[in-house]
């Protein structure tokens, strides 16, 4: 039984090949490699998440509420007052992680005999997501800078016709921000074409320079903004996503949710983290200090810098990007080889992390010029 393989079993041919999102987890003392926030939660997040799941598992036996009405405008009050966009519980929509929200979207505007376009590089699992929703993939192409080229984005669109459309800001793993002249081009090329579903990704929103495109929501009903808990909030753990909407998009996706799909004891610990949001902020604004220097840093050592609104920054350029990673591997720094030709990619940790990867890099790069 043992030699059985996934090409043995029945898969669908769509799944073929393909490999799972993941990346590997070593033990070495800095790991740099997922976007991680590097900050524990306060210990006064600690107790209050200990107090809510108290209180929530007294009820264990009842279904949660399907609805996370409680959760839902905690979320909302959390956008209007950090976005500058008034939304209410109507607009927004919550799962277990935004790859959650992708799925449901997917399954709703998405799904067999319908295809859905990106902006590659960006982030894998939209294309992932699509496969398994039996939705088509369509790859649209990027400038060498990793900017979006609008023309060439809106031809894609207008010939591929695609049902949803995602643009990812900041976008992963690049990690610049798209302009909202840009994302308004591609809507209305959007729905010139089908009319389309636009999906912006703002998982790394509150590391931006920049502002939100929530706003842009306002008399679009075909755009949603999507967002996460894991990045700005610490949270990676909990799996909290969500969405930000005209009303009828919330409507669409519960079409699709399954019953129940958020915890008790999910809702309660978002909640709880929710109550301590300018706390958590506090360390997004020392995390973009880091991702700033480190920006800075890299430049001075010599390497090529892509600009970054996220937790992160990629750079390069490498004839060998996988045998660079592995050179700073031995250094006991583990960063991420995101697959780009010639890049790799760092997260914000720390200033003591990121005290080690720049050492790392330029013991590296000294030992690159003297085999020169």
């Known amino acids: 039984m043992n030699d059985v393989r996934i090409d043995d079993l029945p898969v669908r041919d769509e799944l073929r090949g393909k490999s799972p999102y993941g990346a590997p987890q ?3 003392p800095v790991r740099l490699n997922t976007n991680e926030n590097p900050y524990p939660l ?5 107790e209050r998440i200990a107090e809510r799941v108290r209180e929530a598992a007294r009820h264990l036996n009842r279904y949660p509420d399907r609805d996370a009405v409680e959760l839902r405008t905690r979320l909302a009050e959390y956008l209007t007052d950090t976005a500058g966009h008034p939304v209410g519980v109507e607009n927004v929509w919550a799962a277990n992680g935004s790859n959650e ?3 449901q979207l997917l399954q709703t505007f998405g799904g067999p005999g319908r295809t859905a376009l990106g902006f590659e590089p960006s982030y894998s699992m939209h294309g992932l997501i699509a496969r398994g929703t039996g939705t088509g993939w369509i790859s649209g192409p990027r400038n060498d800078d990793f900017t979006v080229d609008v ?7 207008a010939e591929h016709r695609p049902d949803v459309v995602f643009i990812t800001t900041p976008n992963n793993p690049t990690g610049n921000a798209v302009p909202p002249e840009t994302v308004l081009a591609l809507y209305e090329a959007a729905q010139a074409a089908k009319p389309s579903m636009v999906v912006v990704d703002e998982a790394y929103i509150e590391f931006s320079h920049g502002d939100s495109l929530l706003r842009l929501i306002e008399g679009r009903p075909h755009l949603v903004v999507s967002r996460t808990m894991s990045k700005a909030f610490g949270a990676a753990g909990l799996r909290l996503g969500y969405l930000a909407a005209h009303p009828a998009v919330v409507d669409a996706v519960q079409l699709v949710r399954l019953p129940y799909h958020l915890s008790a004891v999910t809702q309660a610990t978002a909640l709880a983290a929710l109550e301590h949001t300018d706390t958590l902020l506090g360390y997004v604004e020392q995390l973009k200090a880091e991702r700033d220097r480190l920006v800075a840093e890299l ?3 010599g390497y090529e810098v892509t ?5 992160f920054v990629q750079f390069g350029r490498f004839e060998d990007a996988h045998a660079t990673w592995r050179k700073i591997l031995d250094r006991g720094v583990l960063v991420r080889d995101n ?3 010639g890049w790799l990619r760092v997260t914000a940790g720390t200033p003591a992390e990121n005290d080690a990867f720049l050492d790392a890099v330029r013991d590296l790069k000294k030992e690159q010029e003297q085999s020169a």
Do not use: F, M, T, Y
């Open 151 to 157: 023309a060439a984005a809106e031809k894609a669109i």
């Open 299 to 301: 430049r001075a050592i």
């Open 26 to 28: 070593l033990d070495v």
């Open 42 to 46: 306060p210990e006064a997040l600690v």
């Open 339 to 341: 697959g780009v030709p």
């Open 307 to 311: 600009e970054s609104d996220a937790n």
């Open 101 to 103: 929200v992708i799925q």
